[in-house]
């Protein structure tokens, strides 16, 4: 089996899928205040994620994650995942808001898709309202709760702003013991829209645990060498997880390429440059996967400009 290695040693296996820049919801730490996103015609064409996801999939990467933007507003999103699920990938996971899901989810669940992270920065109406632009909760929540039922392997991404959804820390925490479902906190990071904010907003994992250690005892979990978070089990039941890119950095131990939602392969959450691989045959793909890789950092980049929304997260 080919593998990729990095110039770093690092073994790439994962890959992060952009399938559009566009969103239904307005997250205070993603999305620019006037955003301009990629007219359909600019994005990548569904046989060519197919056809580069096969290639890819020779070389190694036997982990998937879709995301965007909103990856479900891709009207041809299902036949996407049903293409990416005749794959013999390892994992096909997606990163999704949660908002119309009723009719999705059970098509979902006859995919091999098996692992749903929804984005639910908070549990009360006008404290979600706040944070994605979107009076939806009701509905996001009702997707989490199916997605369970249907035996998705289920998380929730919250990223914590001090001063805006700092306070419901606990909250979550109780949420995951009661319903079994696993917290990830994720710091916020300076990437576009957030970087202004950032002083202002964040708040460390080390802050966080501290507050968490004030209810109960956090019991750590060993982790793959190179997952993002750092877990721990609570005594209520409750999976925490702490997604500390600001504060302590993953770089080391990254095995991950991004494909943007225009087919550009990039190395990193928090590097622009890119090389399009659509169109391209399977050498040339090779050899742009080789020039990717040797972009990947070694340390944690302090900033970039570009939203969050653009690079897919
Ligand atoms: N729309 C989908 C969603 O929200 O799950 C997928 C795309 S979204 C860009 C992917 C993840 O990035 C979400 O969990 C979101 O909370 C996170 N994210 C966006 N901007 C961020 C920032 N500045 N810092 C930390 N996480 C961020
Ligand atoms: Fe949309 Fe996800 Fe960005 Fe929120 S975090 S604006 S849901 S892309």
């Known amino acids: 089996m080919n593998k990729l290695i990095d110039p770093q040693g690092r073994h790439i296996h994962k890959l992060r899928l952009a399938l559009l820049d566009a969103c239904n919801f307005r997250c205070v730490y993603c999305m620019p205040k006037n955003p301009k996103f990629l007219p359909n015609e600019k994005l990548i064409p569904r046989d060519e994620i197919f056809r580069i996801s096969q290639i890819l999939l020779g070389y190694g990467i036997d982990e998937i994650r879709i995301t965007g933007g ?37 098509e979902l669940s006859k995919t091999n898709l098996s692992n749903i992270n929804f984005s639910l920065d908070s549990l009360n109406k006008a404290g979600f309202e706040a944070m994605t632009g979107s009076p939806h909760l009701k509905k996001v929540l009702e997707s989490v709760f199916m997605a369970k039922e249907l035996g998705f392997n289920v998380k929730l991404n919250v990223v914590l702003m001090k001063g805006i959804n700092s306070r419901e820390i606990l909250d979550f925490v109780e949420f995951s013991g009661k319903y079994e479902i696993e917290v990830r906190f994720l710091e916020l990071m300076r990437i576009g829209e957030a970087r202004e904010s950032f002083e202002r907003h964040f708040i460390s994992a080390e802050e966080v645990i501290k507050e968490i250690e004030t209810l109960s005892q956090l019991k750590p979990v060993e982790r793959p060498i190179d997952s993002t978070s750092f877990n721990y089990h609570l005594d209520n039941g409750a999976q925490i997880g702490f997604i500390a890119s600001e504060s302590r950095p993953f770089c080391g131990g990254c095995s991950r390429l991004r494909l943007s939602a225009d087919g550009q392969i990039r190395p990193c959450l928090m590097k622009s440059e890119g090389f399009s691989l659509i169109n391209k045959n399977e050498e040339e793909i090779l050899e742009l996967l080789h020039k990717t890789m040797a972009l990947k950092p070694i340390d944690r980049i302090y900033d970039v400009s570009q939203p969050m929304n653009q690079i897919g997260g």
């Open 70 to 106: 909103e990856p479900t507003l891709r009207t041809d999103f299902l036949d996407i995942v049903r293409d990416l699920s005749s794959l013999n990938l390892k994992k096909l996971g997606l990163t999704t808001n949660g908002l119309h899901f009723e009719k999705i989810l059970p």
